[in-house]
């Protein structure tokens, strides 16, 4: 029996580390159970729920937390401030360190957005301009909800180029690249229409050179004579006479 379990007990720690491992990297991927901190009131409950769940599923694609909070009031500080409060406080709660974190006053109109972490990075100052300019005309309409969906949607496609890469420039839009192939195909198919039909490249001074030509003899041949003969009459009183016109 003391052999058996000798045998068995490599094969249990291996399956221990392993169900560690797991729960270990589980926990690395996993998403906060709350993203959307409405304290200012600003969304119904059914517009909290579907952003929940759509915050959840980009949180998943971009292993990083997108939240929202909204306030009516700093209790006296600045916007800066008050976000990177609750957003210590926050990490701490669950143990993560990557978010992009949407924090809006309606008592002082405020907006202010900003990532942690790896997202620090992949969204930096250039893109989170961009990202507001986006959402701008939501919030200045007052549809929130809207706002906070295109904050998500925008945040992750400019996460996905490279850093340092504007998204924006116009040598990246699919536009650009169709109209640059449509030119140069253009350029292609109408230089191979004009050169299609062939060009005369000789002419009668091709074969000729006039510096070290001689002519060596002249000569004039009579080939051909027509003769006609018309009678012209004359005078009886003169005589009658036949003249030939040649």
Not at 2 to 27: N, Q, Y
Not at 121 to 149: H, K, M, N, W
Request: glycine share 8%; charged share 25%.
């Amino acid at each position: 029996m003391v052999k058996r379990m000798a045998w068995k007990t490599p094969f249990l720690l291996l399956a221990f580390i392993c169900i560690f491992w797991l729960a270990g990297a589980s926990a690395a991927f996993a998403v906060a159970d709350q993203h959307i901190y409405d304290n200012a009131d600003l969304l119904n409950s059914i517009e909290a729920q579907e952003l929940e769940a759509e915050a959840a599923k980009y949180s998943r694609e971009e292993d990083v937390d997108f939240l929202f909070l909204t306030v009516n009031g700093m209790e006296g500080k600045d916007i800066v401030t008050f976000m990177g409060d609750f957003f210590d406080q926050w990490a701490v709660d669950n143990s993560q360190e990557n978010a992009v974190l949407l924090t809006i006053d309606i008592a002082s109109r405020e907006v202010f957005l900003s990532g942690f972490g790896t997202a620090e990075t992949s969204l930096d100052d250039e893109r989170i301009d961009l990202v507001l300019d986006r959402i701008v005309p939501d919030l200045q309409a007052g549809d929130y909800g809207g706002a906070f969906e295109e904050t998500m949607a925008a945040s992750s496609e400019y996460m996905d180029y490279r850093p340092g890469v504007n998204p924006e420039s116009i040598f990246l839009k699919t536009w650009f690249h169709a109209l640059v192939a449509l030119i140069l195909g253009g350029g292609i198919v109408g230089s191979m229409l004009y050169n299609s039909g062939g060009r005369v490249t000789t002419t009668p001074r091709t074969y000729f050179d006039g510096n070290n030509t001689q002519v060596t003899n002249r000569e004039d041949r009579f080939r051909n004579k027509t003769v006609s003969r018309t009678k012209v009459q004359q005078n009886k009183g003169g005589g009658a006479a036949s003249v030939e016109a040649a």
